[in-house]
């Protein structure tokens, strides 16, 4: 998937496009829960459906789907794009 | 309320290889998992709904008969992604599976359910539980949907490297569930691990064991569910989304009254017709007056609204168990967040349709304590099922039904759906206000997992309503039943030459005057009047006193209660009465609970206060405005 922009965290993604995280930006809590639902660091996060009227949109992740309001979407970071066929969990 | 971890933490010796029989299981495993499916495939309808001591997650307990003088007792835990005791769901797993649970038997068998067709993740937990050391089975469930999407996984493989057994069964068709009862019977042995669990505290490195587990076993992951994201392509549409959701919200009200009908018809004649029963074989006197006319009018008038209640929660279970709840509070998040509530709101504000009580106890999930006071003082403003007997007593009897949108959504139904409007409004507005003022506090983040839509099943539905028909009958046996005899005995002292009195001037019809003045403004006479006192103990004991005060009155004419209703309102007091009932907080049990939850008096006295005057103004503004309309 060939593209330009250089997104920075999960908002940035536009739907069908995927991206590697880098780090969560959040309280150890939050962020152990984001974690738990496969929100790992090195893990490929693709983002999906938004919610009518810019509510949360919805993330693909390690084989499940999880709902982010953009606030916290903001605070989950990408790896900066990796050339294709690099990008393996760590 | 964060308890030190005891969880060894690395390379635990293996258990004790040797078949031994269960006695006491626990089901474990992550949400969306099809913990519950097993649970009421195991217990049927051997299992009860119990409140832990000290903390408020609500718990199934059940029974199992695997031989013929052997039962298991099965314990149904909250779903889990860890063990690490967090959140309040996550202190009870962790509670009960380490025997520290008052009152519940420590477990020496566990059921450790995992999604199969999203096993890399699921793995994740069986490190921590197979920590525990005790004889687990490694339940695989959709072992169905996994064939179906194109994956594929080696279980005798996982088996060996995990040092436990593993079953691949669906729970939803019952393919492989043998398997769990061999388990059960102590009939399979366990192998000894290959693998040494990882560190229990790193996640990335759980994760990792899992990859690298579900390798060895040649798990293939499925191919994405196609029908969940076709759907979601409709139900998250920017319009076809929110028209979806208001279509099913429209439908839902509309069945209730129209698909209702023919089954509350059909009650009320049984009703009838054994109190008729009852009164031509009991000999005449005191006794058969208060069984025919305080009880069974009474209790009977009530036990009238079972259908409709059932087929609400029909639809509540086929929307939960479909996975279009999740999407709801998906399309709903939004306004959530103007009001200033957060996502996780949602779920215990959804659950007070079906009952405030387990609503106020949901709110244990939000973290928050400001959110969660908020989340409380609203949740009694949602249209619980106790509201619907009267909202359609009062429907029924003074709106004509009458085709708006064609067949599909007529007069009463609409009137229904705004009154339920109308709840919501006032606990959006509530949260509003508290939110922005005394309940101020950060933006909590909203995650939610989406489950793939999945079909419910008829035997987990049915034992729903099952539940639910027999706490509605319970209450209807107990509450109801002890207001109906108190107000008929009510109804007939001071005795007047031996002989009861009128009821004007019973005991009853004394209360019904002294808080008179107080409704008079509202359009509501002293009968409505004892109906309003006795409803202070819960919302449907009015429909069972209006039934019992006018089955005593009822001799000379023998009108239906309905009849009678409109002869003692007028149709501005009906709205009045419906405006009331929206807002007051009628109820004893929620009252108890918020007490209990909130640690004190001080807010449930609040939350009463304010609910009443706003229910005592608002009634008062729509019996003006609707006399006004009408005159």
């Known amino acids: 998937m060939p593209h330009t922009r250089h997104p920075a965290t999960l908002l940035d993604l536009r739907k069908g496009e995927e991206a590697i995280l880098d780090r969560i930006d959040l309280p150890a809590d939050v962020s152990q829960r984001l ?42 970071h990408l790896r900066p794009s990796p050339p294709e066929g690099t990008a393996t969990s760590s | 309320m964060t308890r030190p971890v005891v969880l060894p933490a690395l390379e635990v010796p293996p258990p004790s290889a040797g078949p031994s029989r269960a006695r006491v299981v626990a089901v474990v495993g992550p949400p969306n998992s099809g913990k519950s499916t097993l649970f009421n495939r195991l217990t049927g309808l051997r299992q009860k709904v119990a409140n832990f001591p000290g903390v408020t997650v609500e718990q199934h307990l059940g029974k199992l008969k695997i031989e013929d003088a052997v039962e298991l007792d099965i314990i149904d835990l909250p779903g889990v992604y860890s063990l690490t005791p967090r959140s309040e769901d996550e202190q009870v797993t962790h509670d009960v599976l380490m025997g520290r649970m008052p009152g519940v038997p420590k477990p020496d068998t566990i059921l450790l359910i995992l999604d199969v067709t999203n096993l890399g993740r699921h793995l994740v937990l069986a490190a921590p539980i197979l920590a525990l050391g005790l004889p687990t089975l490694v339940v695989l469930n959709m072992a169905d949907e996994l064939e179906r999407r194109g994956g594929d996984v080696e279980a005798e493989t996982l088996a060996q490297r995990l040092g436990a057994p593993v079953a691949l069964i669906s729970a939803a068709t019952g393919e492989g569930y043998d398997t769990v009862l061999q388990f059960l019977r102590g009939r399979i042995g366990v192998p000894r691990p290959m693998e040494l669990l990882p560190t229990l505290s790193d996640l990335p490195r759980c994760r990792e064991w899992a990859a690298k587990l579900g390798e060895a076993a040649n798990y293939q992951a499925p191919a994405p569910p196609i029908w969940t994201r076709r759907l979601d392509g409709v139900f998250l549409h920017p319009v076809a989304g929110p028209l979806v959701f208001l279509v099913v919200v429209v439908a839902v009200f509309q069945t209730i009254f129209t698909a209702a009908t023919p089954l509350m018809d059909l009650v009320d004649r049984a009703v009838g017709a054994s109190g008729a029963w009852l009164g031509a074989v009991l ?44 999407r709801a509070a998906l399309i709903a998040d939004r306004t959530m967040a103007k009001v200033g509530l957060q996502g996780k709101s949602f779920i215990p504000l959804l659950s007070a349709y079906a009952c405030a009580v387990p609503a106020i106890l949901a709110t244990r999930t939000i973290e928050n304590k400001r959110d969660r006071i908020a989340t409380i003082l609203i949740a009694p403003f949602m249209t619980c099922s106790a509201r619907l007997p009267v909202y359609t007593l009062i429907i029924a009897a003074f709106l004509p039904e009458k085709p708006l949108v064609g067949p599909f959504l007529g007069t009463r139904a609409a009137a229904l759906l705004g009154l339920y409007l ?9 949260a509003r206000v508290l939110k922005s003022s005394v309940l101020q506090s950060e933006r909590t983040p909203f995650v939610l997992e989406m489950p793939p839509y999945r079909r419910p099943t008829l035997r987990g539905l049915g034992l729903r309503l099952l539940d639910r028909a027999k706490v509605f009958l319970q209450r209807a046996g107990t509450v109801i039943l002890g207001m109906s005899i108190a107000l008929w005995v009510l109804a007939h002292v001071p005795l007047k030459d031996g002989a009861a009195p009128q009821i004007a001037e019973s005991f009853a019809g004394t209360i019904g005057r002294v808080v008179e003045p ?51 309102l007028t149709p501005a007091g009906a709205v009045a009465l419906l405006v009331f009932f929206a807002f007051a907080m009628q109820c004893m049990s ?34 003006r405005v609707v006399t006004a309309f009408l005159a």
């Not at chain 2, 109308?422 to 509530?430: K, M, N, R, Y």
């Not at chain 2, 509202?522 to 429909?543: C, D, P």
């Not at chain 2, 009252?591 to 229910?615: D, H, K, N, S």
Request: with cysteine.
């Open chain 2, 518 to 568: 107080v409704i008079a403004p509202l359009g509501f006479n002293w009968k409505i009047g004892i109906g309003l006192v006795s409803s202070l103990a819960a919302r449907e004991v009015i429909v069972g006193t209006l039934g019992t005060i006018y089955g005593i009155e009822g001799d000379e004419t023998g009108k239906s209660l309905q009849e009678a209703l409109r002869h003692d």
């Open chain 2, 283 to 326: 000999p005449a006197g005191a006794l058969r007056q208060l069984l025919v006319e305080g009880v069974w009018a009474g209790v009977g008038s009530v036990v009238v609204f079972l259908p409709q209640i059932l087929l609400l929660f029909l639809f509540i279970g086929i929307l939960e168990d479909s996975g279009y709840l999740a």
């Open chain 2, 590 to 623: 929620t009252i108890a609970v918020v007490r209990r939850e909130t640690g004190g008096w001080t807010w449930p006295i609040v939350q009463f206060t304010y609910m009443g005057v706003l229910a005592w103004v608002g009634a008062f503004v729509a019996f």
């Open chain 2, 422 to 430: 109308l709840g919501f409004l006032a606990a959006v507005g509530t």
């Open chain 1, 35 to 76: 974690m738990e639902l496969g929100f790992l660091p090195g893990s490929r996060v693709a983002a999906s459906f938004r919610a009518p009227g810019g509510g949360p949109r919805v993330y693909r992740v390690d084989g499940t789907e999880v709902a982010l309001r953009s606030e916290t979407a903001a605070c989950l």
